[in-house]
């Protein structure tokens, strides 16, 4: 196989196609314009292949350059893993700690605790894999992360260890377009508002299986109600500014921030704990034996969710 490094064929690769051509290419990468065409003309002799179609412009992947370019992503992926599984035996006073989360779960979760931990951890680099619910809590039970953060842990596996924070509230969002909007108000008081009536009203969701949703469709499903959903998305944040901007009404946990510069736009209304709640938790594999810089992880999540519990 090619001698030259596949990194930096990559790179070569990337360049041409982002300019279409070997001048431009060359000037990115701080080379020389011959250097780079010889380059790449060697490796095509070397396979007996042509990578790039020079007649075309601009430049682009032959059909047998587009198998040489896919095998040097794999290659990289390989070594990426490598390296990150190695780290523990050439570093040992160093350590990886893997973990799993939802992206928009961590824009809120993340910031509480893990700054502090850090600083009482140097020695540990984390390392975030943002995914679906679903494919992090895979990934943990093949021992691929260390631990995973995740909201409502009813269906998680019996094989792994559920940590739970305790239970957090929700709120609705009610658009100035909805009939239930109190004009001049942005609290509305507690339980003044059933909720088959939130219910009935035009919504704007997370999307079908997340830990939200479930929830919201136990509640539609509960009242027999026949929701009229707008739009759906797979960020709340997403979801929380729609529904600000007359898009319909919508549920989220307390532990998303609704900042307001006009508050006679939305009302925000405090659900009852018995109606709807959430609870947050951390998971690891049952079977595993936990180092301390884990366990402290465990810990600083653990006591920082439990501080946040019923506040808004």
Known sequence: MVQIDSLNMLQYIDMLLKHGNYTKAAKDLYISQPYLTQTIKKVEQELEIEIINRHITPLQLTEAGKVYYQYLNSLETEQDLFRKKIAKYSSPDSSILRVGILSSLGTYVLPLFLSNYMEKHPEVKIE?????????EEKLLKEELDVLIGQNPETISPNLTVHVSGKHGYYAIIPESSDLFQKGRLFVSPETIPIKALLKETLVLTSRGSAIRRQIDYLIQKHAIHSKIALESNNIFTVVELAKQNMG???APESVTVPSTNQSAFNIYPLSL????LDYFIAHPANKTLIPAENDFIEAFLKEMERHVHKT
Do not use: G, K, M
């Open 274 to 277: 018995d109606i709807l709640s």
């Open 249 to 251: 009404v919508t549920f």
């Open 128 to 136: 975030l894999h943002e995914a679906i619910p679903e494919e992090n």
